[in-house]
């Protein structure tokens, strides 16, 4: 399928802002819907004066916007720790109104959906890699719920009204991913590491640095995410979109302060409530129905993400 337009919620994100890149290379005419709550128009600068791109400032949870497009990639949702938990209700409203409100949208106009949810559908998980069948082991009540249970449940709205009205949605459960334009602040790990490391500050590893995850690298998983909107074909179970190289947060530490070449050392600290022990994506579904494979190596990821923020310092 070729898009003629495509409506990108969250499109000022760190990956909706790489989306619309992509899709506007592609010959897209593209909208971003976004509120701005963790996104930076700054993102968008270098396609700024596309004709064929339009912003509107806007919450997901609200309405969407009255435009003609065929699909709609909904990634609106704050994705750090520190971000959805700053407003956890705000969160949930992002993750379950905005879901069904893009999914009256997209019924209203037979618009193909693709949805961004996440690895954290698996909580901390009890099989190990993750495969799409697991149900995840999340905790309810706890401070990480409003985004993983969020995510959980628009998964179950979209899959009612697949039920429901024959839908043509998708849905990608996204594995960590890194890259360029993520902010400094973000607090997740790969760019506080860089960040910390280009400062000569010590790295902040929470708990031991035993926990694992599994790192994309964003060109990687836009690929991926592009492959899952295109392809022609009703797909009737979330796609595991991510990286299967699995490291130790202690070895991404380690990594990152090589790379730099930087003399910084490295702070324990407690380990966030309810953080996954580990995580790591069988991706044996997307390899097979996209013929998806993710093919940069987590130094080379690095090296082009170190690169940014060192551009970044030098802007600031
Ligand atoms: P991000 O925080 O950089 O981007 C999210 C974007 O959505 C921002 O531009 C923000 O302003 C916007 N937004 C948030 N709430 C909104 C609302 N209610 N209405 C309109 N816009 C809103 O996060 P990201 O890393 O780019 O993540 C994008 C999507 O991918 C999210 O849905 C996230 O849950 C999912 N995801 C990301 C990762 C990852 O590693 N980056 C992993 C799993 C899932
Ligand atoms: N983490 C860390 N130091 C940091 C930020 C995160 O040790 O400065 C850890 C965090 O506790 C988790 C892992 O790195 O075990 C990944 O954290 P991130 O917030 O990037 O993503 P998520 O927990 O959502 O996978």
Known sequence: MEFRHALVTGGGGFLGSHLVKRLLDGGAHVTVLDNWSTG????????????????MTGDVSDRLPDVDADIVFNMACP???????????????????????VMEWSKARGARIVHASTSEIYGDPLHHPQREEHWGNVNPIGPRACYDEGKRAAEAVIFDYKRLYKTD????RIFNTYGPAMRAEDGRVVSNFIVQALSGHPLTIYGDGSQTRSFCYVDDLIAGISALGEIDKQIDMPVNIGNPSEFTIKELA?????????????NYSDLPIDDPVRRQPD????????????????EVGLADTIRYFRDQQAIA
């Open 254 to 266: 380690l990594t990152v302060i090589r790379q730099v070449g930087s003399s910084s050392t490295i």
């Open 79 to 101: 994705a750090s720790p520190p971000d959805y938990q700053a407003d956890p209700i705000g969160t949930m409203r992002t993750c379950v109104l905005g879901t069904i409100n």
């Open 169 to 172: 949605a998708r849905v990608m």
């Open 283 to 298: 991706i044996t579904l997307a390899k097979s129905l996209l013929g998806w494979n993710p093919t940069t190596p987590l």
């Open 40 to 55: 930076r128009i700054e993102n968008l600068a270098s396609v700024s004066g596309n004709s064929d791109l339009s912003i």
